[in-house]
């Protein structure tokens, strides 16, 4: 069976950085688009960032972009996403998600409704 576990969230002031981790099983992970989600309370789930089976092509949000970096290590079955210069505006869970079928194309990879498989989140909180 499929999992995907999260860790590395926590609480951190504004402007420090986190390191989230995400570590599958149960799949062959190179076949799979990785991406990473949020949502905070209240607030639909978003995308935040994405990278190809073969470790190319990472897309981000605009809200992220500059300040995350998605990056995966297929020889260890793990996604990580750097957040550096956290805003308070970031609190939220994240999720890592696994897409089989995802394409690179229009809004196809930032579609949480294209991937898979999912974890069950980590909390990261940032304090003005």
């Known amino acids: 069976q499929v999992q995907l576990v999260e860790s590395g969230g926590g609480l951190v002031q504004a402007g420090g950085s986190l390191r989230l981790s995400c570590v599958a099983s149960g799949l062959t992970f190179s076949w799979f688009a990785m991406g990473w989600f949020r949502q905070a309370p209240g607030k639909e789930r978003e995308f935040v960032a994405a990278i190809r089976g073969s470790g190319a092509d990472p897309v981000y949000a605009d809200y992220v972009k500059g300040r995350f970096t998605i990056s995966r290590d297929n020889a260890k079955n793990t996604v990580t996403l750097q957040m550096n210069s956290l805003k308070p505006e970031d609190t939220a869970v994240y999720f890592c998600?696994?897409?089989?079928?995802?394409?690179?194309?229009?809004?196809?990879?930032?579609?949480?409704?294209?991937?898979?498989?999912w974890g069950q989140g980590t909390q990261v909180t940032v304090s003005s």
């Open positions: 998600a696994a897409g089989g079928g995802v394409y690179w194309s229009g809004t196809h990879h930032r579609d949480d409704s294209k991937y898979d498989y």
